[in-house]
Structure formats: C-alpha cells, structure tokens
C-alpha cells in the first residue's frame, strides 16, 4: 500500500502564495496519476487538480486555472501545488491522492483514486 504524505501548508494572507508538496513511497510512483483535492469545512471533497503519470498531461477545475500549477517529478516520487493569488475561498483541507486512471479531459472523480494522504490545511485569510 503507498502511503501519501502532504507538506507545505499553512496561513496565508489574501494574494499570497503556498507550495504544497506530496512524498509517495515505493517504486511504481510514475505509473499512475497524481491528485490534489480539497475539502472545506461542511463541504464535499472537490478536484482541485491532476496530472497524468507522464506530467506531460494536467487538469484544472476552472476556478484555479491561471492560479494554480500541479508538477511532479517521478525520480523523487513527488508531486507538488503552487498556489498562487490565494483567495479566502481557497480555505480547506488539501489531500493529495493517487489514481490508475489514465487522466482525460474531464474532471476526475473521487471514486478513482486508492490512495490519499492525511491532508495538510490551507487558510487564506482576507
């Protein structure tokens, strides 16, 4: 079983910005797609982000698109957020997590991905 181990969250002012990073462990990493997604507090767990197992691939929900860069590198079995022009509305809980489904160009669904991290929270402050 992989583990998933988030950093790099924390409190930020509006127009600020945070990198979050993820460690995956074991040697089949670069096989699948990497996600981040988000949960706020009352909310339902959203996409946020993902890209394919290559990274030659991403997929943004649209309200990040702009602000928002997904990378991974598949020799340190890490991907990693920029979070960029933060906004308060961009407070909650971000999990990195990982999927066998090839990523298309729709938005992927919680049910695809086996394995999530612990998640590390994200407060924007206004």
């Known amino acids: 079983q992989v583990q998933l181990v988030e950093s790099g969250g924390g409190l930020v002012q509006a127009g600020g910005s945070l990198r979050l990073s993820c460690a995956a462990s074991?040697?089949?990493?670069?096989?699948?797609?990497m996600g981040w997604f988000r949960q706020a507090p009352g909310k339902e767990r959203e996409f946020v982000v993902g890209?394919?197992?290559?990274?030659?691939?991403?997929y943004y929900r649209d309200s990040v698109k702009g602000r928002f860069t997904i990378s991974r590198d598949n020799a340190k079995n890490t991907v990693s957020l920029q979070m960029n022009s933060l906004k308060p509305q961009d407070t909650a809980v971000y999990y990195c997590?990982?999927?066998?489904?090839?990523?298309?160009?729709?938005?992927?669904?919680?049910?695809?991905?086996?394995?999530w991290g612990q998640g590390t929270q994200v407060t924007v402050s206004s």
């Open positions: 997590a990982r999927s066998a489904y090839r990523l298309g160009n729709a938005s992927p669904r919680v049910e695809e991905f086996d394995s």
């Open positions: 890209i394919s197992a290559s990274g030659e691939t991403t």
């Open positions: 074991g040697r089949t990493f670069s096989r699948y797609t």
